[in-house]
């Protein structure tokens, strides 16, 4: 049973729009929830993350807020630009016992076009 | 500051052959996790490596096991492998055990025949 789910497989957007990339989760003990980008053959790289406690974190073009009551967060890219294109991915942390163990979602990809 | 290093980049293998992949941490990072991606999925946690003890595991069996050394390095190894091996491997460092962001490295990609 997944944990964290990222409905949407895939986004598109025009440069210089705002991206919107969407996660649910269903266990109610997470208490830190973090975003990351990867591109095809690197590694996940960390982006932002945010705490149970908060509603929102902002880092530059990113902003992540966090919906406790509806167990939703979202990830909002302002402008988008072409180097955002890549797969990403929400993960919680948490959830009682995990011992620091992220779990994911299945990712979304986002593609910006110019 | 150096990242997370892993080898090798890629690995071919046959069914019931073992494998071992090897992690350098970050500078200064004393815990390793272990992730296998599978294609079209998250990345999910194997195991959790801190002073050189497993501290954390996934749901992942017996056949996949763990080493961390005194400069915080870590192998993972796997026996009798299995066609649905074949997936990237994915070792990430943090800090400390309490710390909530996990840095990876690129990843080794086994494929298993």
């Known amino acids: 049973d997944q944990q964290v789910k990222q409905n949407s497989p895939s986004l598109s957007v025009q440069e210089g729009r705002i991206s919107i990339l969407n996660c649910d989760y269903t266990n109610s003990m997470f208490d830190y929830f973090l975003w990351y980008k990867k591109y095809p053959a690197e590694g996940p790289t960390f982006l932002i993350s945010?705490?149970?406690?908060?509603d929102k974190n902002e880092d530059g073009r990113f902003t992540v807020f966090l919906n406790k009551s509806a167990k939703h967060l979202s990830l909002h890219i302002v402008p988008s630009q072409p180097g955002d294109s890549a797969v990403y991915f929400c993960a919680a942390s948490g959830g009682g016992g995990s011992q620091g163990n992220l779990i994911f979602g299945k990712g979304t990809k986002l593609s910006v076009k110019p | 500051e150096t990242g997370v290093t892993q080898s090798p980049t890629h690995l071919i293998k046959t069914r019931g052959q073992q494998v071992t992949l090897r992690c350098s941490s970050q500078s200064g990072h004393n815990t390793v996790s272990w992730y296998q991606q599978a294609l079209g999925q998250g990345p999910q946690f194997i195991f959790q490596?801190?002073?050189?003890?497993?501290?954390g595991r996934g749901n992942f069996p017996p056949r996949f096991s763990g080493l961390q050394f005194p400069n915080y390095s870590s192998e993972l190894n796997v026996n009798a492998l299995e066609l649905d091996d074949s997936a990237l491997y994915l070792c990430?460092?943090?800090?400390?055990?309490?710390?909530?962001?996990?840095?990876f490295g690129p990843g080794t990609r086994l494929t298993v025949t």
């Open positions: 990430a460092s943090r800090g400390d055990p309490g710390d909530y962001e996990q840095y």
């Open positions: 490596y801190y002073r050189e003890e497993e501290n």
């Open positions: 945010i705490s149970s406690i908060k």
